[in-house]
T-cell receptor, first 117, second 113 residues
Framework: AQKITQTQPGMFVQEKEAVTLDCTYDTSDPSYGLFWYKQPSSGEMIFLIY??????QNATEGRYSLNFQKARKSANLVISASQLGDSAMYFCAMRGLFSNTGNQFYFGTGTSLTVIP | IAGITQAPTSQILAAGRRMTLRCTQD?????MYWYRQDLGLGLRLIHYSNTAGTTGKGEVPDGYSVSRANTDDFPLTLASAVPSQTSVYFCASSPALGAYGYTFGSGTRLTVV
């Protein structure tokens, strides 16, 4: 069974500080990808960062980095130097790579991040 | 601009009415998906299509149907809408199996009264 768990419904962070959004997962696929999406109040879904289960290094994209701990089945998103525009809903998602049962994503319930000036 | 177009943007629908949400992509992606987003539940898969001519059921398919007559279009139909189908609906696509992210449409906000 595939499952994504985000245990933080809401988070607050001071502007310019770093924040970590938690994500744990469960999967039966031997190879899988982990994704983070941002959903601002306008509603669109914006891709942030990707981590493959086979990647040796943690993914980074500008101020976003993914703290991937495969043994713990966690894929936490770290946002450095928070900005007011980072206030949004953040979703962790997973898909099995090269799976024959369907290549759909499984999403967590999301974390609402508020950046305080 | 390449991407996914969803229509309508929002709709208020009387219970019992039939409604089709439209989704069109111009990226020639093989796979397309319909999700519904509800507060506290995240995004849940309704139906998917791995390639034109094939469809499959997701986590919450009841009350919905889809078709995939060609690569570009993936309409979602509510045969007889009920208030529990009030939600935001997202269409998404991806090139194929593998390390590809989704491209999302901008969503359709549906209210069933």
């Amino acid at each position: 069974a595939q499952k994504i768990t985000q245990t933080q419904p809401g988070m607050f962070v001071q502007e310019k500080e770093a924040v970590t959004l938690d994500c744990t997962y469960d999967t039966s696929d031997p190879s899988y990808g982990l994704f983070w999406y941002k959903q601002p109040s306008s509603g669109e879904m914006i891709f942030l960062i990707y981590q493959g289960s086979y990647d040796q290094q943690n993914a980074t994209e500008g101020r976003y980095s993914l703290n991937f701990q495969k043994a713990r089945k966690s894929a936490n998103l770290v946002i450095s130097a928070s900005q007011l525009g980072d206030s949004a809903m953040y979703f962790c998602a997973m898909r099995g790579l090269f799976s024959n049962t369907g290549n759909q994503f499984y999403f967590g319930t999301g974390t609402s991040l508020t950046v305080i000036p | 601009i390449a991407g996914i177009t969803q229509a309508p943007t929002s709709q208020i629908l009387a219970a019992g009415r039939r409604m089709t949400l439209r989704c069109t992509q111009d990226m020639r992606h093989n796979a397309m998906y319909w999700y519904r987003q509800d507060l506290g539940l995240g995004l849940r898969l309704i139906h998917y299509s791995n390639t034109a001519g094939t469809t499959g059921k997701g986590e919450v398919p009841d009350g919905y149907s889809v078709s995939r007559a060609n690569t570009d279009d993936f309409p979602l139909t509510l045969a007889s809408a009920v208030p529990s189908q009030t939600s935001v609906y997202f269409c998404a696509s991806s090139p194929a199996l593998g390390a590809y992210g989704y491209t999302f449409g901008s969503g359709t906000r549906l209210t069933v009264v």
